[in-house]
């Protein structure tokens, strides 16, 4: 385990629930006293955990049909493209016949929609990430396990340290860690 630096900012709170019920109910209480920065762990999905903590939008389906579009577009004025450039008039077929492109055209079509779909959730879930600061937590193993955790980014603009653990304390938790600190580059 590093030895944070006492200059580097704190990246955040970390409260220890042990029922997803007061999780989603702490998630609602931090939103209510102003908090925006915030995450969840837990050992499987927990009802009305995403939606309190304010993920309304999934952005991954746009995503796939941006990349659907693309690629059929693609596939498609690729051969087009071809047919017109290098024209071979074979037994009187048009240059540009719709039917025979549509493999093509189908393929690259999924091929592009899968690709945006996959490079896109790791974009939005900042994937891949070797190393999470919430890892230095000795009990964060726990999330895979029996435990729920909430946790206040240090960036949030409400976060001060002191008044954000008395806030945590007053959830009632099992347990709140002070997550590390982050180096800032020089």
Do not use: C
Not at 60 to 71: C, Y
Not at 149 to 154: A, D, E, N
Not at 161 to 181: N, Q, S
Request: hydrophobic share 45%; glycine share 8%; no cysteine.
């Amino acid at each position: 385990m590093r030895e944070p630096s006492p200059h580097a900012p704190l990246f955040g709170l970390m409260a220890e629930f042990d029922q997803p019920e007061r999780l989603v109910e702490s998630i609602g209480r931090a939103r209510d006293a102003g908090f925006l920065r915030m995450d969840a762990y837990s050992p499987f999905p927990v009802e009305g955990a995403a939606e309190a903590l304010g993920f309304h939008e999934n952005y991954v389906p746009w995503l796939t049909l941006a990349g659907g579009i693309f690629g059929a577009a693609l596939g498609y004025g690729m051969q087009v493209y071809t047919n017109l450039a290098y024209p071979i008039d074979i037994g009187g077929r048009p240059l540009l016949a719709i039917p025979p492109f549509m493999l093509i055209t189908f393929e690259l079509m999924v091929l592009f929609a899968v690709l945006f779909a996959i490079v896109g959730m790791l974009d939005l879930n900042h994937l891949p990430r070797l190393h999470h600061p919430l890892f230095d937590v000795e009990t964060f193993h726990l999330a895979s396990s029996d435990k729920f955790f909430l946790v206040i980014f240090g960036d949030d603009p409400r976060f001060e340290e002191a008044e954000t653990r008395r806030f945590l304390e007053t959830l009632a938790p099992v347990r709140i860690d002070a997550v590390g600190h982050t180096e800032q580059p020089e």
